[in-house]
DNA sequence: CGTGCAGTACTTGTATGGAAGCACTTGTCG
DNA sequence: CGACAAGTGCTTCCATACAAGTACTGCACG
């Protein structure tokens, strides 16, 4: 896209930086962050992280509270099914505008991202970047690749949650294969098809999530107005 | 909601004031901004100006060049288009989620809404405020009501192309009409019939967007990536 | 008169120093 | 021993200074 009218800033790769090391897990949800201690870590000043750690804010993924702190967010149980209902509703409505012929490119590139799925030995975040490529390009199909953006912002906690369902022993080929039924229903122009494959996709992913709750709740926020706790002191190394 | 919880400061106040001023078309399309301007006028420094002016960049409410200056962004035709594309397909999957006994509290509200739409001599933003809650009322029928909330977010530049369209003589009568008509149908359990007449009614409002633009194209971004222009040089008073 | 170049006035980005506030710790007194 | 209060150390918020970069302005020169 315009790739070169974004200039290279440093709050931005802060930003991204931290972003994906929430959305990995890699920052735990509840742990504590502070901007100077980021600020050190990373080798900048306190300002773009903590312009960084605004923009979180505002998407849900850390809290800010004021004079006290600032946190990872825990998973919040609501905020994930919000985010589900709008994927859901998002991505079927896409399907309803499939054009009569399909953009052989993306369709190419479809075919191509179904096979690296299935390739042996993959690890979780690379499965995660192909699913989401996966998704972006359905929508793609539709003409609607932007209003993709707005559900890859909204579904964060979404995110999160799927991969601590991942986190155990659970295979990725599964949802290898729904991929697979879905791109098949789509090109056979096979629209209600697609809707119900795609909508029984979704939903499984959502269901693995109230399992994965029930095992590590400490991970998912009990009250909406969650009380943050003071840093606990955490010596690494 | 947790309004206790969260605490006053002078970056939310800023943040706020300046998106409504947006939205409103206080602060025009494509107008200049300026950190230093906007701190001087609203008695702050530059920080939570410039933080606020972040946020809305991330909305797509303004855009920032760095070294260059910060802007109103004019209204994206493709960004109205996927706020619409998205917005249908929340309201209306919204729709297929109403329960079999309805909230009376909201149903009541709603009531109270509409008749306030039809009072006589109701002001733009007066109108504007009402469909707001009007519609996020409705998907709270459902259980969705948070879901409203990035609704609202990502139809920024909606907003401001309807607030274009009914800058002329156009009576929100007619949109009045529609809503009522929409809330007869979900009382009466007719989902379908709420469904073509939402998908009506939020049609309506984008219809009206293409006759605006053709007699007011200087609001509207010719190119996605539009080239900013220098600050005029205004001397008021 | 046209053209190029340096100067200037502005912009946002980053760094840094208090200001204000919260929570825990510790000492003191009943 | 228990309770209360001052102290300490941390946090984020805000203000401000400086750095880096852009675009316009006006003058000199061909």
Chains 1, 2 share one sequence.
Do not use: C
Request: no cysteine; hydrophobic share 40%; proline share 5%.
């Amino acid at each position: 896209m315009a790739q070169s009218n974004e200039r290279r800033t440093s709050r931005r790769d802060i930003y991204l930086r931290l972003r994906q090391m929430v959305l990995t897990l890699e920052l735990a949800p509840g742990a504590a962050l502070s901007e100077n201690e980021l600020a050190a870590s990373l080798g900048v000043s306190r300002t773009p992280v903590r312009e960084s750690l605004i923009l979180l804010a505002q998407e849900g993924l850390v809290q800010v509270f004021p004079k006290i702190g600032s946190f990872v967010s825990r998973v919040d149980a609501g905020q994930v099914a919000d985010a589900q209902f709008l994927r859901e509703a998002v991505e079927l409505s896409s399907l309803e505008d499939l054009p009569g012929q399909l953009d052989p490119e993306i369709v190419e590139e479809l075919r191509n991202n179904l096979e690296r799925q299935r390739r042996p030995g993959l690890d979780r975040e690379e499965f995660f970047a192909l699913d989401e490529l996966f998704h972006r390009d359905l929508m793609r199909l539709s003409g609607h690749g932007n209003s993709w953006t707005t559900v890859a912002a909204a579904k964060g906690h979404l995110d999160r949650a799927r991969r601590l369902g991942l986190h155990g022993h659970e295979s990725p080929a599964v949802f290898a294969d729904q991929h697979h039924e879905i791109l098949a229903a789509i090109t056979d122009g096979d629209t209600p098809g697609a809707r119900a494959r795609m909508r029984d996709h979704l939903r499984a992913v959502f269901n693995d999530i109230e399992r994965i709750r029930a095992r590590s709740p400490e991970l998912f926020a009990s009250d909406p107005a969650t009380v943050p706790v003071r840093r606990n002191v955490v010596v690494w190394e």
